[in-house]
């Protein structure tokens, strides 16, 4: 785990990227989760942050094994609300 220093980030739900691939290149609703991936309005709570240049300013170590159990949590809240929108 890093702590990082960047001039611009966009927060995007990571689960997003699994729900599209999944749901395929046909997928009617594609345009709409795409754009909510890019623009997210629904309350996401497992984030990747994107950007084009960042500082690495502390090395903060591994998580503690709490910190990972509450990642995984918040990445199936997600999966299961990307689920509910999109199938």
Known sequence: MYEVETQELAASPMVLIAQLDALGPHFPLITECAEEYWAPTMGWRFLEFICGEIRVTTCLGALAEACLWKSGED???DRDLA????G
């Open 75 to 77: 990445y199936e809240y």
């Open 83 to 86: 689920r509910r929108r999109w």
